[in-house]
């Protein structure tokens, strides 16, 4: 395995320092560090942060490799600077068994660019009416602990209750797309003023908002963990910092997408901008900027999802709901966070690594970069000029980023997952 040493990197934007990764771990960190044999890379001026921690990937493998593979979407995250990702359910079949868990997690073993976890169906079929395998998954070889019907809400009460309880036998969480379904029949675009101009039907915040309120209170009566998936709107806000401040164990994410992007951008019909939960008002992007400054939304995760030209270049209404993500998740931060002064390298490295590890459970990520610590990191390049966004040149296999034609500030340099280089100079080494 080869050996590297990392010279002058700012270490989550402290000061510069030299890191020496040997045999899958960091050796050794510090000033003037000499590593005969190691290769050199010289960091100045790159910011080494924590390999980051998805816990929302799109992966579509199996079922539907038109638009995604594992091996192309493990690409695409280390590109992004992603160490490990958790690889949702709903492909086809549903990852609602021990055997399709495994089968997803030996794919992304065999691609080997980042950790792939795969997220276990909490319903059988996402049917929303009968708990799937929930303890085979966390006994396979995937050690399932993270599971969601996502893009379905579970919006049964009782079993949500009864998956809440389930999971704490073995440390579990479930992870909720909040949607009340009958408030979201037909809905296109987020319920208000643009969407009424534009005459679409209306999505409305509380569709979300109830049912994350429900949720707090069942994890709230039965002492469970409930994660709380893309929070859109500053009303779920409000009542995650309410749960929280009562001791609640709720967590939450919030996707770049909804830190950067408003409603109007629909104006012209563009659903490369069609996304669930869809894109809100400039009130509620600020409330979910503080809302992850402030840590009441614990952190980013992508929501990758992507989709075949012929599923998104087509009329609005006809069109799927999704945006590709992550590639471009570490400079939209960058953009929305950093740039405005609402966090700097090292609540970065906080809300995009060691708070995603540590909500899904994953050993061996989202660590501090200390001596001994496994070496998953990434080098991240603040000072590169802004490029804009171009999906021709993404690894992702579809092409539905909003952000395309956006310049955005910094570049991935370079990530390594246990000491591995997966990228380098802003390329996959294989
Ligand atoms: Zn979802």
């Given at each position: 395995m080869t050996e590297w040493l990392i010279k002058g990197a700012s270490v989550a934007g402290g000061e510069p320092a030299d890191i020496h990764l040997r045999d899958g771990v960091i050796a050794a960190i510090g000033q003037d560090l000499d590593a005969p044999g190691a290769s050199v890379l010289d960091a100045a001026g790159l910011i080494a942060l924590p390999g980051l921690v998805d816990?929302?990937?799109?992966?579509?493998e199996p079922g539907r490799e038109d638009a995604e593979t594992v091996e192309t979407g493990t690409r695409a995250a280390a590109l992004g600077g992603y160490t490990a990702v958790h690889a949702m359910a709903n492909t086809e079949p549903v990852a609602d068994t021990a055997g399709v868990v495994e089968q997803v997690w030996r794919l992304g073993e065999q691609a080997g660019y980042v950790d792939v976890r795969p997220v276990g169906a909490v319903t059988v079929g996402l049917n929303g009416k009968q708990l799937a395998e929930l303890g085979a998954m966390a006994d396979?070889?995937?050690?399932?602990r993270v599971f969601s019907d996502d893009g379905l809400c579970v919006a049964d009460p009782l079993l949500m209750r009864r998956a809440l309880e389930y999971v704490k036998a073995f440390d579990g969480v479930i992870a909720q797309h909040p949607q009340e379904p009958r408030l979201t029949e037909g809905a296109q675009l987020n319920e208000g003023e643009t969407a009424s101009r534009l005459g679409l039907a209306g999505w409305p915040a509380a569709a979300e908002e109830a049912i994350i309120a429900r949720d707090c209170l069942l994890a709230a009566h039965v002492d469970a963990s409930l994660h709380v998936c893309h929070v859109s709107t500053a009303g779920s806000v409000e009542i995650i910092r309410w749960a929280k401040g009562r001791g609640v164990a709720v967590t939450a994410e919030v996707t770049p997408h909804h830190l950067l992007l408003t409603d109007d951008l629909a104006e012209n019909y563009d659903?490369?901008?069609?996304?669930n939960p869809p894109l809100r008002t400039r009130a509620d992007v600020d409330a979910l900027r503080q809302a992850l400054a402030d840590g009441t939304i614990d952190c980013v995760a992508t929501d990758h999802a992507p989709h075949p030209v012929e599923a998104k270049e087509t009329e609005w209404a006809a069109a799927a709901n999704g945006m590709t993500g992550l590639e471009t998740a570490l400079r939209v931060v960058h953009k929305a966070m950093v740039e405005t002064g609402l966090l700097d390298w090292a609540g970065v490295a906080d809300r995009m690594s060691a708070r995603p590890a540590a909500i899904g459970r994953v050993?061996?990520?989202?660590?501090?970069?200390?001596?001994?610590?496994?070496?998953n990191l990434t080098l991240y390049d603040p000072a590169a000029a802004a490029t804009r966004v171009d999906?021709?040149?993404?690894?992702?296999?579809?092409?539905?980023?909003?952000?395309?034609g956006m310049a955005l500030p910094g570049r991935v340099h370079a990530t390594f997952l246990r000491g591995t280089a997966t990228v380098l100079d802003g390329k996959v080494t294989r």
């Amino acid at each position: 395995m080869t050996e590297w040493l990392i010279k002058g990197a700012s270490v989550a934007g402290g000061e510069p320092a030299d890191i020496h990764l040997r045999d899958g771990v960091i050796a050794a960190i510090g000033q003037d560090l000499d590593a005969p044999g190691a290769s050199v890379l010289d960091a100045a001026g790159l910011i080494a942060l924590p390999g980051l921690v998805d816990l929302h990937t799109h992966l579509r493998e199996p079922g539907r490799e038109d638009a995604e593979t594992v091996e192309t979407g493990t690409r695409a995250a280390a590109l992004g600077g992603y160490t490990a990702v958790h690889a949702m359910a709903n492909t086809e079949p549903v990852a609602d068994t021990a055997g399709v868990v495994e089968q997803v997690w030996r794919l992304g073993e065999q691609a080997g660019y980042v950790d792939v976890r795969p997220v276990g169906a909490v319903t059988v079929g996402l049917n929303g009416k009968q708990l799937a395998e929930l303890g085979a998954m966390a006994d396979s070889a995937a050690r399932v602990r993270v599971f969601s019907d996502d893009g379905l809400c579970v919006a049964d009460p009782l079993l949500m209750r009864r998956a809440l309880e389930y999971v704490k036998a073995f440390d579990g969480v479930i992870a909720q797309h909040p949607q009340e379904p009958r408030l979201t029949e037909g809905a296109q675009l987020n319920e208000g003023e643009t969407a009424s101009r534009l005459g679409l039907a209306g999505w409305p915040a509380a569709a979300e908002e109830a049912i994350i309120a429900r949720d707090c209170l069942l994890a709230a009566h039965v002492d469970a963990s409930l994660h709380v998936c893309h929070v859109s709107t500053a009303g779920s806000v409000e009542i995650i910092r309410w749960a929280k401040g009562r001791g609640v164990a709720v967590t939450a994410e919030v996707t770049p997408h909804h830190l950067l992007l408003t409603d109007d951008l629909a104006e012209n019909y563009d659903p490369v901008f069609k996304v669930n939960p869809p894109l809100r008002t400039r009130a509620d992007v600020d409330a979910l900027r503080q809302a992850l400054a402030d840590g009441t939304i614990d952190c980013v995760a992508t929501d990758h999802a992507p989709h075949p030209v012929e599923a998104k270049e087509t009329e609005w209404a006809a069109a799927a709901n999704g945006m590709t993500g992550l590639e471009t998740a570490l400079r939209v931060v960058h953009k929305a966070m950093v740039e405005t002064g609402l966090l700097d390298w090292a609540g970065v490295a906080d809300r995009m690594s060691a708070r995603p590890a540590a909500i899904g459970r994953v050993p061996g990520h989202g660590q501090p970069l200390t001596k001994g610590a496994p070496a998953n990191l990434t080098l991240y390049d603040p000072a590169a000029a802004a490029t804009r966004v171009d999906p021709a040149t993404h690894a992702s296999k579809s092409r539905n980023s909003p952000f395309a034609g956006m310049a955005l500030p910094g570049r991935v340099h370079a990530t390594f997952l246990r000491g591995t280089a997966t990228v380098l100079d802003g390329k996959v080494t294989r």
